[in-house]
């Protein structure tokens, strides 16, 4: 049983997010908390210069409200948004945020080939804490 359960969710995964959050639920101490995590990727400094004053905040509202439809409000999860590499910013979020389980999918939904996806196997190979794969 863990006390904080760290849920990335990639926005364009959807049929993982319902399962993910459920095993979540069920491995959470009474009391313990969950966090469903999405990662924006940080748009290069050469592009950043395109961008238009205020889009990124933008996008980080949109991508907050879409996850917050993804996990349906389910009492006791929380969502967040950062801006970053997934890979990276998933195990640095967990770090900083004192996460002791990580509840990740193994790929994005169809790709029953790949054992591991990238973000997956680098969560896998980096995170200071349990990781949870879900096939
Ligand atoms: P693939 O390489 O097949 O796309 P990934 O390893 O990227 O597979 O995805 C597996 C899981 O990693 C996703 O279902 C999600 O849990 C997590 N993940 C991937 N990208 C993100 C992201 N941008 N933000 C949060 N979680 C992510």
Do not use: W
Request: glycine residues 8%; contains cysteine.
């Amino acid at each position: 049983m863990f006390d904080h359960i760290l849920v990335p969710i990639a926005l364009d995964h959807g049929a993982n997010t319902a399962r993910a959050i459920e095993i979540a639920l069920r491995l959470k101490k009474e009391g313990g908390r969950i966090t469903a995590l999405t990662v924006i990727e940080e748009v290069p400094p050469y592009i950043s210069q395109y961008i238009p004053e205020g889009q990124m905040e933008k996008n980080l509202e949109e991508a907050r409200a879409q996850l917050l439809a993804e996990i349906g409000g389910v009492a006791g999860v929380h969502a967040d948004v950062v801006i970053g590499h997934p890979g990276i910013s998933i195990t640095e979020y967990a770090q900083n945020k004192g996460v002791d389980l990580i509840v990740i999918a193994s790929h994005r939904p169809g790709l029953q080939d790949y054992f591991l996806g990238s973000t997956a196997a680098r969560v896998v190979r980096h995170a200071n804490c349990s990781v949870h794969v879900v096939r």
